[in-house]
C-alpha cells in the first residue's frame, strides 16, 4: 500500500491513496500536482528489533 504526501506552503501537507503500487502513486503525482521528481523516507535501523527479541529471551 502506498501514499503520497504534499507539502503545502512549508507547513501544511496533504495525503492522498491508498495506491497499489509504486508506479500508480507515480503517476498520480504527476498527472495531478505535475510533480517530476519523488522521493521516499529513510528507514533508518535503530535497534529496536534485535532490543525486543534480547527481551523475549530473558
Keep these: 500500500m502506498w501514499f503520497l504526501s504534499k507539502v503545502i506552503e ?4 496533504e ?16 498527472e495531478h500536482h505535475g510533480i517530476t521528481s519523488y522521493r521516499g ?3 533508518f535501523d535503530d535497534g529496536m528489533d534485535e532490543l525486543l527479541e534480547a527481551l523475549k529471551t530473558q
Design 10 to 13: 512549508g507547513h501544511q501537507f
Design 15 to 30: 495525503i492522498c491513496g491508498p495506491f497499489e503500487s509504486a508506479d500508480a502513486t507515480m503517476k498520480f503525482a504527476h
Design 41 to 43: 523516507t529513510p528507514e
